[in-house]
């Protein structure tokens, strides 16, 4: 192999050269924990005084009733408003920046979506109000999965799974409820080594047998390696499309054919559906089930405790096998919810999902339209690629095939530095961005993953390539910068090894946490 | 660092080294490097029959989990329980540090010691999957 000693050339723009300056330096850097500033006797609240006759707890509870409530903090309102107000300055937002995480799609969450989720009738709906007095709630749901099944090109859908990951395993036990019903739940699923490591978790979670696909050398799936693994016994393969390297697996078809003709079913990881939308649709392309992150595709919001929905689409076929209940039209055009499903996996998640996010994601789809929708898809691939094109000279490219939403370089011109991807995410963060997603997929060395989405501006990207470009420039120049970055942040590089070799997951006061009280945060 | 020449070695980055109906098996020094730290080893336990090729225990660095794949198939006899406390070890030494020694009940077991990689086949592998 030919080995390359030149240092790319990178020009930087010159508003990043030298270190990026901050605004100003907060005057709250060093927020204690809420215990540490808690004083006894503190309150934040004043009841008013009892006009109902006074019951004896003990009584009522006996040896049941807790007199030592525990490290409890005490504040007043204030503390307590300046605490997590403080708290909340320190963190980095998508209302305050990008979120170049690929994989992720970290899109604007638009403020439509959160118009409409606070809607009286929507926002105060309650669980157990009668169907009769829920119709608008049902109609949101309906409405919701007659438009997924549009975009997916699916048959039938359930709302339920919270988030991606449990809607691989909702789907993946609808894969083992259908060949139970056959007779035989089969033991396998193949895995791509591209996969989300939430892939071979959820088949083992489900009680299969994981076995390892090997990426063939563009990346994609080895179809001759696949023929030869796919048997009677395999229940199903798990795949990304596009794949977690942002590219489109052109033979999906073939791969569709050689499961079918086993009797083994295809399963699509709907992450990477921001490529898709209003492009091509999985059902045709031969999925028979396969879950959405709302979270991601849907711009609901992601991260930061969402929550998230990963909504399950099948195949007629798996349609016996949803978790209920399900919303069915009346006779009389009125919606219900329908438990009579004998053949249903039960049920996934209390009630029926997370529904704040089924209004903010229909929200999202109205607003669009369908030329919006496939205009999104179209920008969301145009940016990755304008960053593709800007930044393939700064890092290497591992995979030359045309990418669509998201591109993956690696660090292997900055190694020869030593620096690595994950050092180079650190410095983004100087620059006033998140960082992208480091070291994964784990079949490219030294991962660096970014996916824009269709969010950003010609500005903001170009925001980010001379980041970045200078970033390369100094892992040229000044490797020790930015192997020891960040260097504008409250804290400094963390000792993540230590971290999880050592975790310190529960405050036990100052003495047993091993930190030093007062530790100065870094002051820039 | 020198890969040794005692040792057969996997595609999957394992090492085994035989004596007798008996032997010991750890991760390369490639692996290691290329994981990063090591915050947690998964072993198999003891009176495991494990099997070549087959998954036998995990081993989690910051950057990922990875399965551990067992050279050639045998019985385990001892783990090495101070990686439980002290994972960083695979990281200061991988060629000496074994996750477990094992037992084969005849020399039939070890025929498919003759698939795997010699030391020096093991590093060409390497240069080839690293391009470097």
Same mark, same amino acid.
């Given at each position: 192999?030919?080995?390359?000693?030149?240092?790319?050339?990178?020009?930087?723009?010159?508003?990043?050269?030298?270190?990026?300056?901050?605004?100003?330096?907060?005057?709250?850097?060093?927020?204690?924990?809420?215990? #540490?500033?808690?004083?006894?006797?503190?309150?934040?609240?004043?009841?008013?005084?009892?006009?109902?006759?006074?019951?004896?707890?003990?009584?009522?509870?006996?040896?049941?009733?807790?007199?030592?409530?525990?490290?409890?903090?005490?504040?007043?309102?204030?503390?307590?408003?300046?605490?997590?107000?403080?708290?909340?300055?320190?963190?980095?937002?998508?209302?305050?920046?990008?979120?170049?995480?690929?994989?992720?799609?970290?899109?604007?969450?638009?403020?439509?979506?959160?118009?409409?989720?606070?809607?009286?009738?929507?926002?105060?709906?309650?669980?157990?109000?009668?169907?009769?007095?829920?119709?608008?709630?049902?109609?949101?749901?309906?409405?919701?999965?007659?438009?997924?099944?549009?975009?997916?090109?699916?048959?039938?859908?359930?709302?339920?799974?919270?988030?991606?990951?449990?809607?691989?395993?909702?789907?993946?036990?609808?894969?083992?409820?259908?060949?139970?019903?056959?007779?035989?739940?089969?033991?396998?699923?193949?895995?791509?080594?591209?996969?989300?490591?939430?892939?071979?978790?959820?088949?083992?979670?489900?009680?299969?047998?994981?076995?390892?696909?090997?990426?063939?050398?563009?990346?994609?799936?080895?179809?001759?390696?696949?023929?030869?693994?796919?048997?009677?016994?395999?229940?199903?393969?798990?795949?990304?499309?596009?794949?977690?390297?942002?590219?489109?697996?052109?033979?999906?078809?073939?791969?569709?054919?050689?499961?079918?003709?086993?009797?083994?079913?295809?399963?699509?990881?709907?992450?990477?559906?921001?490529?898709?939308?209003?492009?091509?649709?999985?059902?045709?392309?031969?999925?028979?089930?396969?879950?959405?992150?709302?979270?991601?595709?849907?711009?609901?919001?992601?991260?930061?405790?969402?929550?998230?929905?990963?909504?399950?689409?099948?195949?007629?076929?798996?349609?016996?096998?949803?978790?209920?209940?399900?919303?069915?039209?009346?006779?009389?055009?009125?919606?219900?919810?329908?438990?009579?499903?004998?053949?249903?996996?039960?049920?996934?998640?209390?009630?029926?999902?997370?529904?704040?996010?089924?209004?903010?994601?229909?929200?999202?789809?109205?607003?669009?339209?369908?030329?919006?929708?496939?205009?999104?898809?179209?920008?969301?691939?145009?940016?990755?690629?304008?960053?593709?094109?800007?930044?393939?000279?700064?890092?290497?490219?591992?995979?030359?095939?045309?990418?669509?939403?998201?591109?993956?370089?690696?660090?292997?011109?900055?190694?020869?530095?030593?620096?690595?991807?994950?050092?180079?995410?650190?410095?983004?963060?100087?620059?006033?961005?998140?960082?992208?997603?480091?070291?994964?997929?784990?079949?490219?060395?030294?991962?660096?993953?970014?996916?824009?989405?269709?969010? #950003?501006?010609?500005?903001?990207?170009?925001?980010?390539?001379?980041?970045?470009?200078?970033?390369?420039? #100094?892992?040229? #120049?000044?490797?020790?910068?930015?192997?020891?970055?960040?260097?504008?942040?409250?804290?400094?590089?963390?000792?993540?090894?230590?971290?999880?070799?050592?975790?310190?997951?529960?405050?036990?006061?100052?003495?047993?946490?091993?930190?030093?009280?007062?530790?100065?945060?870094?002051?820039? | 660092?020198?890969?040794?020449?005692?040792?057969?070695?996997?595609?999957?980055?394992?090492?085994?080294?035989?004596?007798?109906?008996?032997?010991?098996?750890?991760?390369?020094?490639?692996?290691?490097?290329?994981?990063?730290?090591?915050?947690?080893?998964?072993?198999?336990?003891?009176?495991?029959?494990?099997?070549?090729?087959?998954?036998?225990?995990?081993?989690?660095?910051?950057?990922?989990?990875?399965?551990?794949?067992?050279?050639?198939?045998?019985?385990?006899?001892?783990?090495?329980?101070?990686?439980?406390?002290?994972?960083?070890?695979?990281?200061?030494?991988?060629?000496?540090?074994?996750?477990?020694?094992?037992?084969?009940?005849?020399?039939?077991?070890?025929?498919?010691?003759?698939?795997?990689?010699?030391?020096?086949?093991?590093?060409?592998?390497?240069?080839?999957?690293?391009?470097?």
């Amino acid at each position: 192999m030919s080995t390359m000693t030149a240092v790319p050339e990178v020009e930087a723009a010159t508003k990043f050269v030298g270190t990026p300056k901050k605004v100003s330096t907060h005057v709250n850097q060093n927020e204690g924990l809420i215990f #540490e500033k808690s004083s006894p006797g503190k309150k934040a609240y004043r009841l008013a005084e009892l006009d109902v006759p006074a019951i004896d707890a003990k009584k009522l509870l006996g040896p049941a009733l807790r007199t030592d409530l525990g490290a409890m903090p005490e504040l007043s309102e204030i503390e307590i408003i300046r605490h997590f107000t403080r708290l909340s300055t320190w963190n980095y937002a998508i209302d305050l920046g990008m979120y170049p995480l690929g994989s992720c799609t970290m899109k604007y969450n638009g403020r439509v979506n959160e118009a409409v989720s606070r809607l009286e009738g929507i926002a105060e709906a309650h669980p157990y109000q009668p169907q009769a007095l829920a119709q608008g709630c049902l109609q949101i749901m309906k409405t919701l999965e007659d438009a997924l099944i549009e975009i997916t090109g699916m048959d039938a859908i359930t709302l339920q799974p919270a988030a991606g990951a449990h809607g691989e395993f909702t789907g993946i036990l609808m894969v083992r409820a259908y060949h139970e019903s056959r007779g035989n739940a089969r033991r396998k699923i193949i895995v791509p080594d591209s996969a989300h490591g939430t892939n071979p978790a959820t088949a083992a979670v489900v009680g299969y047998e994981v076995a390892n696909l090997k990426s063939n050398a563009q990346g994609m799936v080895d179809l001759a390696e696949l023929e030869r693994m796919v048997d009677e016994d395999t229940a199903a393969l798990m795949l990304t499309n596009p794949s977690t390297i942002g590219v489109f697996e052109s033979d999906i078809h073939k791969i569709a054919d050689i499961l079918h003709a086993k009797g083994a079913l295809l399963y699509m990881d709907g992450a990477n559906m921001n490529a898709l939308v209003g492009k091509t649709r999985p059902g045709d392309f031969g999925v028979d089930v396969m879950h959405l992150n709302l979270h991601k595709t849907f711009s609901t919001p992601h991260g930061g405790g969402g929550p998230g929905s990963g909504p399950v689409a099948c195949k007629a076929i798996l349609e016996p096998f949803l978790p209920k209940p399900i919303v069915v039209t009346e006779d009389d055009g009125s919606l219900a919810l329908s438990f009579d499903r004998p053949q249903s996996v039960g049920r996934v998640r209390i009630f029926y999902g997370n529904f704040g996010m089924f209004v903010r994601a229909l929200a999202y789809i109205l607003a669009n339209g369908p030329d919006g929708l496939r205009q999104t898809t179209e920008d969301a691939v145009l940016n990755a690629n304008y960053l593709r094109a800007k930044l393939k000279n700064a890092f290497e490219l591992p995979f030359q095939q045309p990418s669509l939403h998201e591109v993956v370089f690696s660090d292997k011109l900055q190694a020869k530095n030593g620096v690595k991807t994950g050092d180079m995410g650190k410095r983004l963060i100087d620059y006033g961005f998140h960082a992208y997603t480091v070291s994964f997929p784990l079949v490219v060395s030294g991962a660096m993953m970014i996916e824009p989405t269709e969010s #950003e501006s010609r500005e903001e990207l170009d925001l980010l390539v001379d980041a970045l470009k200078q970033i390369a420039r #100094e892992a040229a #120049e000044n490797p020790e910068l930015v192997r020891t970055a960040p260097h504008s942040t409250r804290l400094q590089r963390l000792d993540e090894t230590a971290a999880a070799r050592k975790p310190v997951l529960r405050w036990r006061g100052q003495a047993e946490t091993g930190l030093e009280v007062g530790t100065p945060a870094k002051e820039w | 660092m020198a890969y040794s020449a005692a040792y057969k070695y996997t595609k999957t980055h394992e090492w085994v080294c035989v004596e007798g109906l008996a032997g010991s098996v750890g991760i390369t020094d490639y692996a290691q490097s290329s994981l990063g730290d090591i915050v947690f080893v998964e072993l198999p336990k003891i009176g495991d029959k494990v099997q070549a090729g087959k998954n036998f225990g995990s081993v989690e660095s910051v950057k990922a989990v990875s399965d551990l794949y067992a050279p050639v198939s045998g019985t385990v006899t001892e783990i090495n329980e101070a990686l439980n406390s002290a994972p960083e070890t695979i990281n200061a030494d991988a060629n000496l540090t074994w996750l477990y020694k094992f037992d084969v009940a005849d020399a039939g077991e070890l025929t498919s010691l003759a698939t795997l990689l010699d030391a020096s086949a093991y590093e060409t592998f390497v240069s080839e999957e690293t391009g470097h």
